[in-house]
């Protein structure tokens, strides 16, 4: 009877110690205006359940004083830490704040905000320059030295991606005098919009024939491109180059098909590095960097696209 | 027993029960924390439903007010953008300007006979049009007065915080409760509400107290406002939209007859309070997506006006 008794309490006092070591995580999450953010939701709860980490989730509906009113709720349950993907910059501080001196860190994902550095452990996100940077190397080395006339996508007008992403494949290019941007507009990040701005491209550099290489800056516009250069009777991939931004599904199933030539990661995994940080810095006080910057990883039709879109066609995109 | 009270049993009722089992489930949901946190979150929401619930009351709806908070929130960050006046005194400024534009919806709806809806609809519409005029970015706000509010609470024992926000709500809920209660002002809104011909024929003057009703939900408005920038401490053209929905839904939780006539103050408190209890129990459980927000309030709001429609019949029989 006593053994018993004994054995319960220390089944009872680890199962105890188990729920103590496994860690409660908020995530406010800005909503899912689109593909790119429903992923990350898909792959940041996926993350927290391999680690075993308890995630709560916050969905504000795009509403900024639903995000501060759900980070008030984590405080006031105590969770272990926060990740938070603010929908705008301003508005922060008292709620920062609060978390400080509650004792619980706060990750930034994907957006900054204006608030002082002190407020928050890191933020981990992408540097939109290095992601046009990459894509313009890519293109320096593809082309190898011949002459190489670029037509040039831009996403909306004066958004921070499209100012970005074109000034970092700008400095890609800068060495190579053989490469040149001859036509640049806004195809509004749209599919629709990206086959209208490169049809009318097409019309202009004598049917295409000119035209060496397109630079999206995401992928859609380029999927959209791909499609008026195959009606304009020219292979996609071959007679044009096509490289461009973000790694979306869909640009896998067009560099499976050889009409994409190289695409740019933007990863929805921000809360990998996230929780990393969070781990080494409960673990013993490991203070991050202010900024942890993902990634921009390289995809070629020589990295397995069909293999890379099955695994990102189920993520919510 | 009042019948006219039941209402009003229900809802707090509801929110007593609702609350006993937030706690079963989540201890740290009874912490002054949590308290504190559902007073200063939905300070905004608790002062436009004061305003909301003397227009219900009174047999109207405003639907304008949603957009006026936009508005002042655009007003008191662009105008501490450009120029040097103190924060009192844009306040001053614009509580004066969204009173009047109240005021002057209040006046149509009376001397054209216009449904209050349409009336304030287009009120909804040039408020936010004006709010987009002056600019289309969020402009933060970034002076020392706002951070000395930001920062004044009183530190309740437990860590929650009684902020000056949450405090200026409670404040809100206490002056409606005297103007509805105990003034001639609140009698005739009853009496309005009760059908415009026998208020009428009580004596009620009628137009002045039209305008005032429309008057005062634009001056709670612009308080909410307010509130509202100094919560975000930002002025965004985008914000708020469809807060007068939300705002209507808790005065009705709150146990006021939507056909006006019947209702009470403290119930729209109520009500806000349980709108705020079902968000924070959904980011507490973590796993419910948060549209079952909007599900649980739309099937609360159900009951009651089936409950209301009960009353009536009840009242009708006897």
Same mark, same amino acid.
């Given at each position: 009877?006593?053994? !018993?008794? $004994?054995?319960?309490?220390?089944?009872?006092?680890?199962?105890?110690?188990?729920?103590?070591?496994?860690?409660?995580?908020?995530?406010?999450?800005? =909503?899912?205006?689109?593909?790119? /953010?429903?992923?990350?939701?898909?792959?940041?709860?996926?993350?927290? *359940?391999?680690?075993? @980490?308890?995630? !709560?989730?916050?969905? &504000?509906?795009?509403?900024?004083?639903?995000?501060?009113?759900?980070? !008030?709720?984590?405080i006031a349950q105590g969770v272990d830490a926060i990740l938070v993907a603010p929908v705008v910059a301003t508005g922060w501080d008292s709620v920062l704040e609060e978390a400080a001196e509650a004792e619980i860190p706060v990750v930034l994902l994907d957006r900054m905000v204006d608030s002082s550095p002190d407020l928050y452990l890191t933020a981990v996100g992408s540097d939109l320059v290095h992601e046009g940077r990459v894509a313009g190397e890519w293109l320096v080395s593809a082309v190898n030295g011949e002459e190489c006339r670029v037509v040039e996508l831009q996403g909306t007008t004066g958004s921070s991606p499209a100012i970005d992403r074109k000034k970092g494949f700008e400095e890609g290019i800068a060495g190579a005098d053989n490469i040149e941007i001859v036509r640049s507009q806004t195809g509004d990040f749209t599919r629709t919009r990206g086959k209208e701005v490169m049809e009318s491209f097409l019309q202009a550099e004598n049917g295409g024939a000119d035209i060496c290489a397109l630079y999206a800056h995401n992928d859609d516009m380029a999927v959209g491109a791909i499609q008026a250069i195959k009606e304009a009777g020219l292979k996609p991939g071959e007679d044009i180059l096509v490289v461009s931004i973000d790694a979306v599904p869909d640009i896998f199933q067009a560099l499976a098909a050889g009409e994409a030539n190289a695409t740019v990661e933007l990863t929805p995994n921000m809360a990998g590095p996230a929780f990393d940080a969070l781990e080494a810095f409960f673990a013993d006080g490991t203070m991050p960097e202010k900024f942890i910057q993902t990634e921009s990883k390289l995809y070629t039709q020589a990295d397995d696209p069909a293999g890379e879109y099955e695994a990102r066609k189920d993520l919510g995109y | 027993m009042n019948i006219r009270a039941l209402p009003l049993y229900a809802t707090i009722a509801i929110f007593l029960l609702a609350y006993l089992v937030c706690y079963l489930q989540f201890p740290a949901m009874l912490s002054t924390r949590v308290i504190g946190n559902l007073l200063t979150d939905n300070a905004y929401l608790g002062i436009v439903a004061v305003g909301m619930t003397v227009v219900i009351i009174s047999g109207g709806i405003d639907l304008s007010v949603g957009s006026v908070i936009a508005f002042s929130g655009v007003f008191i960050a662009v105008l501490l953008r450009e120029t040097g006046l103190h924060p009192l005194a844009v306040f001053a400024l614009l509580l004066a300007i969204t009173t009047l534009f109240g005021a002057a919806m209040g006046g149509m709806i009376h001397l054209l006979a216009m449904p209050p809806f349409i009336v304030t609809l287009a009120g909804m519409f040039l408020a936010r049009g004006a709010g987009y005029m002056l600019t289309i970015d969020s402009v933060p706000i970034d002076h020392a007065f706002y951070e000395t509010m930001q920062r004044a609470y009183y530190l309740m024992p437990g860590k =929650?915080?009684?902020?000056? $926000?949450?405090?200026?709500?409670?404040?809100?809920?206490?002056?409606?409760?005297?103007?509805?209660? !105990?003034? *001639?002002?609140?009698?005739?809104?009853?009496?309005? =509400?009760?059908?415009?011909?026998?208020? /009428? $024929?009580? #004596?009620?003057?009628?137009?002045?107290?039209?305008?005032?009703?429309? &008057?005062?939900? =634009?001056?709670?408005?612009?308080?909410?406002? @307010?509130?509202?920038?100094?919560?975000?401490? &930002?002025?965004?053209?985008?914000?708020?939209? #469809?807060?007068?929905?939300?705002?209507?839904?808790?005065?009705?939780?709150?146990?006021?007859?939507?056909?006006?006539?019947?209702?009470?103050?403290?119930?729209?408190? @109520?009500?806000?309070?349980?709108?705020?209890?079902?968000?924070?129990?959904?980011?507490?459980?973590?796993? $419910?997506?948060? +549209? +079952?927000?909007?599900?649980?309030?739309?099937?609360?709001?159900?009951?009651? @006006?089936?409950?209301? *429609?009960?009353?009536?019949?009840? /009242?009708?029989?006897?």
């Open positions: 009877m006593l053994e !018993r008794l $004994l054995m319960a309490s220390v089944a009872v006092f680890s199962l105890g110690a188990g729920v103590a070591g496994a860690q409660t995580i908020g995530f406010s999450q800005i =909503g899912s205006e689109s593909g790119w /953010r429903a992923a990350e939701t898909t792959v940041t709860m996926n993350e927290a *359940k391999e680690r075993g @980490i308890d995630l !709560r989730f916050s969905d &504000a509906q795009q509403r900024q004083e639903n995000q501060i009113a759900a980070l !008030r709720s984590f | =929650g915080r009684l902020t000056l $926000l949450g405090g200026t709500m409670v404040a809100s809920v206490i002056l409606g409760m005297i103007l509805l209660h !105990r003034t *001639k002002f609140g009698t005739n809104v009853y009496a309005l =509400g009760g059908g415009e011909a026998t208020a /009428r $024929l009580m #004596g009620v003057a009628v137009g002045r107290t039209t305008v005032l009703i429309y &008057a005062f939900s =634009g001056l709670m408005a612009g308080l909410a406002g @307010i509130v509202f920038s100094v919560y975000t401490s &930002a002025g965004y053209p985008l914000a708020t939209v #469809g807060v007068e929905l939300n705002a209507i839904a808790a005065v009705v939780i709150g146990g006021t007859l939507l056909t006006g006539g019947s209702g009470y103050m403290f119930g729209t408190l @109520i009500g806000v309070l349980t709108m705020g209890l079902i968000q924070t129990y959904i980011v507490f459980d973590g796993t $419910l997506s948060s +549209w +079952w927000t909007k599900i649980v309030i739309g099937a609360l709001l159900l009951m009651f @006006i089936l409950l209301q *429609k009960g009353l009536l019949r009840l /009242r009708l029989s006897h």
